[in-house]
Structure formats: structure tokens, C-alpha cells
């Protein structure tokens, strides 16, 4: 079992950054691919990116490419995503997970076992 723990959120102005954490903790997360999703109001859960277990891998849906970089520490368990260049469309909840499998290119929820309870960031324009 891993549980996690994310940090980080608030309210922005468009063009402002966050940087969101995820603390893991229970076994250790060092062996999963960890990603980042999120969840606007209305809409469904959606992917963000993910990070291989080593953190050598990363990939981005394409509306965070260049503007959003995740990272990872392994020896203190915790996963980071730096969030440059805010968009109100960017508002939404972030939940970081644990993926079961290896592939960091999964985008789908259902590979993802482990989930955090989530951390509201907000856009303003």
C-alpha cells in the first residue's frame, strides 16, 4: 500500500507558477511510474504527465508541453510538478498516483492504483 499526500496548490494569475508536491510514504513509490492528472469541474478526470521510476522518462499531454515539468526525489519519496505559465484553463484539481506498471506513456486511470486526495490549484485571468 502506498499512500500519498500532494501539496503545492493555490490561487495564480495567469502566466504566474506553482510547483506541486507529492509525498509518498508506506512502500516505498521508488519502483512506480508516478503521474499527475487533474479534474476541472464537470469534466473528467484527465492526464497531465508522468514520470518513469528512476525519472529518466517523462511525458506530457500536449496542452502542459513546455510550460509543465515534473520531477522526482526518490530518497525523500516525493514527486514534483513545476508549473510555469499558468492558463485559467489550467484550473482544476491535481492528484498525483502510483501506476501498478512500468510505462510512463499510459495515460489512462485504470493503471494507476494508488491516488492521492488531491490539491486544488486556481487560475485567475
Known amino acids: 500500500q502506498v499512500q500519498l499526500v500532494e501539496s503545492g496548490g493555490g490561487l495564480v494569475q495567469a502566466g504566474g507558477s506553482l510547483r506541486l508536491s507529492c509525498a509518498a510514504s508506506?512502500?516505498?513509490?521508488?519502483?512506480?511510474?508516478m503521474g499527475w492528472f487533474r479534474q476541472a469541474p464537470g469534466k473528467e478526470r484527465e492526464f497531465v504527465c508522468a514520470?518513469?521510476?528512476?525519472?529518466?522518462?517523462?511525458h506530457y499531454v500536449d496542452s502542459v508541453k513546455g510550460r509543465f515539468t515534473s520531477s522526482r526525489d526518490n530518497a525523500k519519496n516525493t514527486v514534483y510538478l513545476q508549473m510555469n505559465s499558468l492558463k485559467p484553463e489550467d484550473t482544476a484539481t491535481y492528484y498525483c498516483?502510483?501506476?501498478?506498471?512500468?510505462?510512463?506513456?499510459?495515460?489512462?486511470?485504470?493503471?494507476?492504483?494508488?491516488w492521492g486526495q488531491g490539491t486544488q490549484v486556481t487560475v485567475s485571468s
Open positions: 498516483a502510483a501506476q501498478t506498471g512500468t510505462n510512463p506513456y499510459v495515460e489512462n486511470t485504470f493503471q494507476y492504483a494508488y
Open positions: 508506506g512502500r516505498t513509490s521508488s519502483g512506480h511510474v
Open positions: 514520470i518513469s521510476w528512476r525519472g529518466l522518462v517523462t
